[in-house]
């Protein structure tokens, strides 16, 4: 298996554009999270999936943000309109039922909003 | 707020010594779970510890869980510059069962 594989890898936008970040998690599992980096924050939870799903969405920022899960293997993380603040990495993980195998992360996607 | 935290935030070590980082955590955790990002890279998970006051062995690295299962650290021994990279704890709050909280990190700095 390939991992998880998030495009873009680096994204550079100027505020108030439309940014889709996606995201392919490993075949089998059942479990996708969006998490966001930023040294002043750190790793944060977005939004988690379950059987593609939304669970949990209390992270996410503002209604600017959505996200969204159409099948198994495909979820997108949508902001609009952007802003500076909204400028860090997010990665995107994914997990099975079985918590002990912990989570695999994919590369992360650099946002940068000017 | 952040529920889990670690310290120390930053140690610079030479090559050759220990390093320890501690985690704590302000609610119970059902489990833990520690995860290495190189710099510029992402998250790695390296082990979960669910039992209190669990040790686990990973050749030079040496993990434990907290009898109250509230705290747990991350100890290096003999430190090497392939160890640089930030080191993460990350729990499941009681409660959560699915939901990983992750701790503030501590950033290994190792130097020849």
């Known amino acids: 298996d390939a991992g998880v594989i998030q495009s873009p890898r680096h994204e550079v936008t100027e505020m108030g554009q439309e940014v889709t970040l996606r995201c392919k998690p490993i075949?089998?599992?059942?479990?996708l999270f969006w998490y966001r980096q930023t040294m002043m924050r750190g790793l944060e939870l977005l939004i988690y999936f379950n059987n593609n799903v939304p669970i949990d969405d209390s992270g996410m920022p503002e209604d600017r943000f959505s996200a969204k899960m159409p099948n198994a293997s495909f979820s997108t993380l949508k902001i609009q309109p952007s802003e500076p603040r909204d400028s860090a990495v997010y990665f995107c993980?994914?997990?099975?039922?079985?918590?002990?195998?912990?989570?695999?992360f994919g590369s992360g996607t650099r946002l940068t909003v000017v | 707020g952040q529920q889990v935290m670690q310290i120390p935030q930053y140690q610079h070590v030479q090559e050759g010594e220990d390093f320890t980082t501690y985690c704590n955590s302000s609610t119970t955790l059902s489990n833990i779970q520690w995860y290495k990002q190189r710099p510029g890279g992402h998250p790695v998970f390296l082990i979960q510890?669910?039992?209190?006051?669990e040790v686990k062995k990973q050749k030079r690295l040496t993990f434990q869980f907290g009898e109250a299962k509230k705290n747990s650290s991350l100890h290096i021994t003999a430190t090497q510059t392939t160890d640089v990279g930030t080191y993460f704890c990350a729990g499941f709050l009681t409660g959560t069962a699915s939901k990983l909280t992750f701790g503030t990190g501590t950033r290994l700095q190792v130097t020849l």
């Open positions: 510890l669910v039992k209190s006051g």
């Open positions: 993980a994914s997990s099975s039922s079985i918590p002990h195998w912990g989570y695999t």
């Open positions: 075949s089998g599992h059942d479990y």
